[in-house]
Structure formats: structure tokens, C-alpha cells
């Protein structure tokens, strides 16, 4: 029997591990279907417990120590009773002394009290101005896959509120889908909207959690607004600014780093020093073989931070004719990872696509890269050699008929 109880309260405890692992809750309640089984072994091990005292107190009665036989035996007798009354204490005192400091209400602040260190203003305002999202806070420079971000949002009611509004903050990625979110009444429903009064600010912090499997790393955006419960759909209320004008309730994030940063292992290596801030160790090897007009050539980059940009930079990729230097390919754009966040022995693998031309000759062209600051327009100069700008290999474009005709 002891066996069983012990099996059944093994099994809740690894379901409960297991539920911890794929929803971003622990919910003791959990743990119910357990007490009945744990009940029932406390007791049998307290009383156990007891005859093992008094088992030792009668063993050294030899030894002419009467007294201790009297205390192990009514350790015996009060034991038992002893750490229930101690529960049950705990118990009358909880709901005063903890519950009610977990579940008070935040007190409401003026508007002139929002502490100015890290606030971003927005002064959003929802259903038909009567709730306002004065600004927010993250209270996180950085995160990591399987981390959780604290935001805290500022709301007011403009006027009352008849409706329990559900808010939520929800974490995107580059291409604007959710790797994390929070849905809860404000300050996880001790302020139900329709019970804000007018004029006073509620500052409600949500922990978003940051999905494990999200690619970094990138520049995160966070999308906050409300909608209600009761709605099938779970529609976002629209968002308008203080002309009334609608906005789109989203703003840049924070970086979202890698728990480890990749290991260069480039198809060619070389070393080439942007303005002593980036350093290019290599790249892997263009498909020389079949390059024809009209397509789109991969090119992957590998790339490690020297020192902090502290600005956005952009790479520009040009394909230069070597007869009349004039550039008949390429692009410019910023990676992935905007350059303002790196730091200094950060690592990344950038792939990009050159498209060719349809009409493009065939014949040997330039492949050129290099930096340039989106503030000047300024190009970062080579400290290993001279220029502003990296001689990166030869393309050979093939005459597209005649390897078609071969093929």
C-alpha cells in the first residue's frame, strides 16, 4: 500500500515537471490529486517516527535513565499533534500576513510621480479614449531564448471604463511574429478596468516569456493593446494617438542574444579590418561554376565585432566592371543584427543574394564589399590595406545559352 501511495505521488510530480516544461506556469494546485497519498504517508511516518523515540528511550532503560524513557514517550504522545497545530497556525496567519501583500492592489500614482529613468512615452488611447497607454518600461536590457522579459506598462482611465478589458504584451521577431506573450487582466486582474478610476496611472508589469527556439540574434519589437476576453476572435483594439489619428501599437524591443555565440568556420578565410570595429574573416565559396544572368548568387559572410559601433552600418555589395569601374550589380542594406548593438567578440554568419542582371555580358566582374555609416554616409577604411573597400574575389559569369545548349 505504502508502495502504491508513493508510486501515485511520484507520477503527479513528474506530470507537474512535465507541465512546467511546455507551459510558462507552476501552478500548485497542480499537486491536488497528490494530497490524499501524501496525507495518509505523514501520517504514517510521523507515527513511525514516534515509536522509533520510543523504541530508543526503552532500549537505554538499562542504563538507569528513567527520565528520558518519560520524555521519549510523551515526545511520543505530543508529536504527532504537535506539527499539525503548527500548520494550522501557519494557516490562520497566512491570508494577513502573505496573501494579502500578494493579492493588495497596486497603489495608483499622478502621472507627474512615473519615475523618468528608462519611461518611453506613447500616449495611445483605446475605445473611444477612455483608456490610455500613457508609456512603458522594459526592465531588461537584453535577453536570451528561454528568458523572461519584464515590461511594465503605465495605463490611465480618461473617463469610466464599463468593460474588463483583457491587455497583452506580445514580443516579435524580425519578421514580425510572436516568440513570446502575456494576456492578463491589469496587475494580473487586481484592477479590473472597469474599476480604474479616472485620472490616476497604474503601473502593470508583465513577464513575457521568450520562446527557446527563437533565432538570435536580433532586434526584438514589442506590440502592446487590449481586447476582450469574451470576443471568439480575441481582436486587438485599434489604437489612436492624442489627434485621434490610428497607430500601430508597436516599438523596438530589446536584443535578443544567443545563450552562444557561433564559431566561425568559413568555406575560405582571410582577415580584413573595417575601421578597427569590424573584421571579416572569410566567406564561403561563390558557386563560380554556373553563375548566369539573371540569377541570384549566395554569398555568406562571416563576421566579428572588434570594438562597439555604436551606430547603424550598412554593407554594401557592388559588382564592378573591370573595364569601365562602373558597378552593375549589388546592393547596400544593414544585417540582420543592427551593427549599433554589437559588441566587442561577437560572431556572425550573415548570408545574403547578389541578382544579377538578365542582360548581363558574360565575362570576369569585381566583387566588392565594405561599410559605410547610415548617419554620414561615410565608408569605415581598411586598416590592413589601403582604401575603403574589400577586392573580395572574381565572378565569372557564363554565357547563359551556350550552357544551356551544354546542358
Excluded: C
Amino acid at each position: 500500500m505504502l508502495t502504491l501511495l508513493l508510486l501515485w505521488s511520484l507520477i503527479i510530480f513528474l506530470a507537474l515537471l512535465r507541465w512546467m516544461q511546455i507551459t510558462p506556469a507552476s501552478w500548485g494546485r497542480l499537486l491536488f490529486p497528490s494530497l490524499p497519498a501524501l496525507a495518509i504517508l505523514s501520517a504514517w511516518s510521523l507515527t513511525q517516527f514516534g515509536f522509533w523515540i520510543l523504541d530508543f528511550g526503552l532500549r537505554i532503560t538499562h542504563y538507569a535513565l528513567r527520565p528520558i524513557t518519560l520524555y521519549a514517550l510523551r515526545f511520543t504522545l505530543y508529536f504527532p499533534w504537535l506539527l499539525p497545530l503548527l500548520l494550522f497556525t501557519l494557516s490562520l496567519i497566512s491570508p494577513f500576513r502573505y496573501l494579502q501583500v500578494a493579492y493588495g492592489k497596486t497603489p495608483l500614482m499622478a502621472e507627474t510621480d512615473i519615475p523618468a529613468e528608462g519611461f518611453q512615452r506613447l500616449d495611445f488611447f483605446y475605445e473611444a479614449e477612455r483608456l490610455r497607454l500613457v508609456g512603458y518600461r522594459v526592465e531588461k536590457s537584453q535577453v536570451e531564448p528561454g528568458d523572461w522579459l519584464p515590461v511594465t506598462l503605465y495605463w490611465q482611465a480618461t473617463r469610466p471604463v464599463g468593460k474588463n478589458y483583457t491587455t497583452f504584451v506580445h514580443l516579435l521577431d524580425r519578421e514580425g511574429e510572436s516568440i513570446g506573450q502575456a494576456n492578463t487582466y491589469p496587475d494580473g486582474g487586481n484592477w479590473p478596468t472597469s474599476m480604474l478610476p479616472p485620472g490616476g496611472v497604474l503601473a502593470s508589469t508583465y513577464y513575457v516569456p521568450v520562446s527557446p527556439e527563437a533565432e538570435a540574434p536580433q532586434l526584438t519589437r514589442l506590440a502592446f493593446g487590449l481586447f476582450e476576453f469574451e470576443d471568439p476572435a480575441r481582436a486587438a483594439k485599434a489604437a489612436v494617438n492624442g489627434a485621434g489619428e490610428p497607430v500601430e501599437p508597436v516599438v523596438e524591443g530589446v536584443p535578443l542574444l544567443p545563450r552562444q555565440w557561433p564559431v566561425l568556420t568559413p568555406g575560405r578565410r582571410l582577415e580584413a579590418n573595417f575601421g578597427g570595429q569590424i573584421r571579416l574573416t572569410g566567406y564561403d565559396p561563390i558557386g563560380e561554376k554556373r553563375i548566369r544572368p539573371g540569377t541570384q548568387v549566395p554569398i555568406t559572410f562571416y563576421w566579428e565585432a572588434l570594438a562597439a559601433p555604436g551606430r547603424n552600418l550598412n554593407l554594401f555589395i557592388h559588382l564592378i566592371d573591370p573595364a569601365t569601374r562602373s558597378q552593375i550589380a549589388g546592393f547596400d542594406g544593414p544585417p540582420p543584427y543592427p551593427t549599433r548593438f554589437w559588441q566587442p567578440g561577437q560572431t556572425f554568419i550573415d548570408a545574403r543574394l547578389l541578382s544579377l542582371p538578365a542582360g548581363l555580358p558574360p565575362g570576369d566582374y569585381e566583387l566588392w564589399v565594405g561599410w559605410y555609416s547610415l548617419d554620414d554616409f561615410a565608408r569605415l577604411p581598411l586598416l590592413d590595406q589601403e582604401g575603403d573597400a574589400l577586392r573580395l574575389v572574381t565572378v565569372t559569369v557564363k554565357n547563359a545559352a551556350a550552357e544551356k545548349s551544354r546542358d
